[in-house]
Nanobody, 123 residues
């Protein structure tokens, strides 16, 4: 199983980025997909999750209204559209796959993880 995250980079505060996570080696539609992030010196933090079909999503309070998760079960890819970025959004962003249908918020319920992509937001 491989989860390949991409799309990170350096952006100014107020800007936008779209992250992608391409999955292979698993039946993509059988997994809820989540995004987590880890800032320097901090623990891994839940960002958002989307259910297997894409019909249900959940967001951390800190990103609600600014970030949007979506998935394409034909392309086996999950996306994270990030708008109105803030310096506190700076982190390594990880995608993860979970067999829990509703999409869990805790990292321990995820079966597979991508390698992470760095997002840096300058003030």
């Amino acid at each position: 199983v491989q989860l390949q995250a991409s799309g990170g980079g350096l952006v100014q505060a107020g800007g936008s980025l779209t992250l992608s996570c391409a999955a292979s080696g698993l039946t993509f539609g059988s997994y809820a997909m989540g995004w987590f992030r880890q800032a320097p010196g901090k623990g891994r933090e839940f960002v958002t999750v989307i259910s297997r079909s894409g019909s249900h999503t959940n967001y951390a309070t800190s990103v609600k209204g600014r970030f949007t998760i979506s998935r394409d079960n034909v392309k086996n890819t999950v996306y994270l559209q990030m708008n109105s970025l803030k310096p506190e959004d700076t982190a390594v962003y990880y995608c993860a796959a979970s067999t829990v249908a509703a999409g869990p918020l805790l990292p321990g319920f995820y079966n597979f993880w991508g390698q992470g992509t760095l997002v840096t937001v300058s003030s």
